[in-house]
């Protein structure tokens, strides 16, 4: 049974700095994943952040370029985003998720076409909120 548990919410002056985590825990863990950051404003479509897979791609969306990094700790299982130089419209609650891995080894696991769909993905966090001020 895996699960994943996202912290380091709060809030933060605008033009600030701070890591969200997303522990990710349970014996059937694949070394073969994509995992993203979405956020959701009240009101609003749920929208793609960040992700990555296993072999190494990266996508952002086109808001947080340059100002947010998505990174992957195998050893600990953990999944961050480092957000700097934030906005007021970064405020939002912040969920992590995963394709949870194929079934068998693959040759190669890239991110999907459109890394930022919401199908690709079918273990999501609780969600951590975060504002900024």
């Not at 895996?2 to 863990?29: D, I, P």
């Not at 995992?35 to 959701?40: C, K, L």
């Not at 079934?103 to 919401?118: G, K, M, N």
Request: proline share 8%; glycine share 10%.
């Amino acid at each position: 049974h895996v699960q994943l548990v996202e912290s380091g919410g709060g809030s933060m002056q605008a033009g600030g700095s701070l890591t969200l985590s997303c522990a990710a825990s349970g014996n059937s863990w694949s070394r073969y994943y994509c995992m993203a950051w979405f956020r959701q404003i009240p009101g609003r479509k749920r929208e793609g952040v960040a992700a990555i897979s296993s072999d190494g791609p990266i996508a952002y969306v086109e808001s947080v370029k340059e100002r947010f990094a998505i990174s992957y700790d195998s050893a600990n299982t953990t999944l961050y985003l480092q957000m700097n130089n934030l906005k007021p419209e970064d405020t939002a609650m912040y969920y992590c998720a995963t394709d949870l891995g194929p079934p068998y080894p693959p040759r190669a696991y890239p991110l999907p076409r459109d890394p930022f769909l919401e199908a690709e993905y079918n273990l999501w966090g609780q969600g951590t909120q975060f504002t900024v001020s």
